[in-house]
C-alpha cells in the first residue's frame, strides 16, 4: 500500500495529498479537506458541504482511477480570496465511458453543494475544480 504524500501548494495554508484510488481513501481524504476548510475559517454547515462533495468526488476518483494499475487520487485544497478552492483528481481514463450506474447523480451533488464546478478532461484522468464560499 502506497503512503500518503501531503506536501504545501503555490498558496500559503493550502494542501495537497495524494493517496491509493482505493475505498479507504475516501474517509481520510474527506477528513483532511474538513480539516481544511474548518482552519481557513469556513463555517460549519460550508465544511460539512466540503466534506460531502469531496466524498461524492473521491469516490467518483477511486472507481475510475484505475486501482488495479497502481492509480492515485490527489486532493488539493487553497484559499481564493473569500472562497476555497478543491480539486480532486485522478488519472483513470475510464471517467465518462457511458456508466450507468450513477455517476450523475454524485456530480449532481456536487454542483448543488459547490458555488462553482468544472470538470477537466484533459490528458489522462479527470480533474473535478469545486470552489466554496467561506460564509454560508
Same mark, same amino acid.
Given at each position: ?30 477528513? =483532511? ?10 463555517? =460549519? ?37 473569500? !472562497? $476555497?478552492?478543491? /480539486?480532486? =483528481?485522478? =488519472? ?16 449532481? /451533488? /456536487?454542483?448543488?453543494?459547490? !458555488?462553482? $464546478?468544472? /470538470? ?13 464560499? $467561506?460564509?454560508?
Amino acid at each position: 500500500m502506497r503512503q500518503a504524500v501531503e506536501g504545501g501548494s503555490a498558496d500559503a495554508g493550502g494542501f495537497e495529498l495524494t493517496m491509493p484510488a482505493e475505498p479507504a481513501s475516501v474517509p481520510a481524504l474527506r477528513r =483532511r479537506a474538513s480539516q481544511f476548510a474548518a482552519a481557513e475559517g469556513a463555517g =460549519r454547515l460550508v465544511v460539512e458541504d466540503i466534506a460531502l462533495a469531496v466524498s461524492e468526488a473521491v469516490t467518483n476518483a477511486v472507481k475510475y482511477a484505475g486501482a488495479d494499475e497502481g492509480g492515485v487520487v490527489e486532493l488539493l485544497g487553497s484559499r481564493r480570496g473569500d !472562497s $476555497l478552492e478543491v /480539486i480532486v =483528481r485522478d =488519472r483513470g481514463e475510464a471517467f465518462g465511458k457511458g456508466s450507468p450506474d450513477g455517476l450523475g447523480l454524485g456530480l449532481a /451533488i /456536487i454542483a448543488r453543494l459547490c !458555488s462553482d $464546478l468544472k /470538470i477537466v478532461q484533459e490528458g489522462d484522468g479527470t480533474e473535478v475544480r469545486m470552489r466554496f464560499p $467561506l460564509a454560508a
